[in-house]
């Protein structure tokens, strides 16, 4: 596989572009913001999103997307969640069945509540047969740029597919094991971000190990029921893409999810939070997201239930956490 295209400059699109441009003759990144992509033409480098990182010389930053597809071997889409459906159906008409299609976003669609392989899928299939990956993990994508030592996962249900993507992206900083279990790696990927949120609020809040490590531990615990009562796997959800991840997002200062709670720890309105992010924090749409996905697959998500609290209705980060404590008690 010669050409791979990436639809998406984000952080973790560009970083990606880094990561795995060693791995291909020619790659290409789509960039959405036409000013931006002028900038990075000249300057090599994201200065909005991935800032202090050249770009190699293989690597061709276009704002055109039928430029950025034609002759591609593997499409690698890194765009926001609530962005997908969209960007494939344009993509639709550059699109040849023998193209892999790896998605790299994390989170779920909002209302229809799809994973992300699932709404690929179902565009791609009115004029191809989809051949569907996704890869995730512990990546942050400035760690990722560094090429500092990263493992995650790519899962398809075909495993012919994931062994393709596991040979043409593993260099000697980026580690892919690969799983069949997609439901179980996306739902990992998406959840988290609820769960770091939470992190987020203890850590603002100036409390310690303990409760962190509770946290990290039932909000496992809650992830792996519902993606279990979806059809996934338990142990995906011990591996890489659901404990691995929740770690790093719960422990790690840059992700984005925690430093929304780390300010809604700190009284700050939602709104505000938000409005001062130039990035997507996706976890919140995850929150709603979750919870109604807890209904419809009748598993308990205590912990997301309380961030819906405090996310929608204001409660407080000290009520959210007394009624997790005083709920009925329980066998683990
Ligand atoms: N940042 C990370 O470390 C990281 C790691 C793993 C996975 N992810 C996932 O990757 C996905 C992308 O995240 P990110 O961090 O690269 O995003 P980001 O917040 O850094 O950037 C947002 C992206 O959306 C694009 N965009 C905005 N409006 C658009 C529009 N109308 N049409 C098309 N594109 C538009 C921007 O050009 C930019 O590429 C998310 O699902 C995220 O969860 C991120």
Not at 57 to 67: C, H, M, Q, R, T
Not at 126 to 141: H, K, L, N, W, Y
Not at 216 to 245: N, Y
């Amino acid at each position: 596989m010669k050409n791979l295209s990436i639809i998406g400059a984000g952080s973790w699109g560009t970083a990606l572009a880094v990561v795995l441009a060693p791995r291909f003759p020619r790659v290409r990144l789509w960039v959405y913001e036409a000013d931006l992509a002028r900038r990075m033409h000249l300057s090599r480098e994201n200065d909005v999103y991935l800032p202090g990182f050249q770009l190699a010389d293989n690597v061709e930053v276009v704002n055109d997307l039928p430029a950025a597809l034609g002759a591609a071997d593997v499409v690698l889409s890194v765009m926001p969640s609530h962005l997908v459906q969209r960007l494939y159906r344009e993509m639709l008409p550059y699109l040849h069945e023998s193209m892999l299609f790896v998605s790299a976003t994390k989170g779920l669609e909002n209302g229809s509540l799809r994973r992300m392989s699932e709404v690929i899928g179902e565009v791609l299939s009115a004029r191809m047969e989809p051949r569907v990956a996704v890869i995730s993990g512990p990546t942050f994508a400035k760690e990722v740029a560094r090429f500092e030592p990263t493992a995650l996962v790519v899962a398809s249900s075909v495993q012919a597919i994931a062994d393709k993507i596991q040979a043409a992206f593993s260099g000697p900083t980026f580690r892919l094991y690969t799983s069949q279990d997609t439901i179980g790696v996306e739902i990992g990927g998406s959840i988290k971000n609820v769960v770091a949120i939470g992190a987020g609020v203890l850590h603002g809040m100036g409390l310690g190990h303990n409760p962190m490590a509770a946290l990290i531990t039932r909000g496992l615990a809650e992830i792996t029921r519902l993606a279990v009562a979806m059809g996934g796997q338990p142990l995906t959800l011990a591996g890489l893409a659901g404990l691995g991840d929740l770690v790093l997002t719960c422990n790690g200062d840059l992700s984005r999810n925690r430093t929304v709670g780390v300010e809604l720890a700190h009284g700050r309105k939602l709104d505000e939070i938000v409005g001062s992010m130039k990035m997507v924090a996706e976890g919140i749409k995850t929150t709603n997201a979750a919870v109604d996905l807890a209904k419809r697959y009748s598993v308990e998500m205590p912990i997301a239930e309380q961030m819906f609290q405090m996310i929608n209705f204001g409660v407080s980060p000290r009520d959210a956490i007394q009624r997790l404590m005083e709920r009925s008690l329980k066998g683990e």
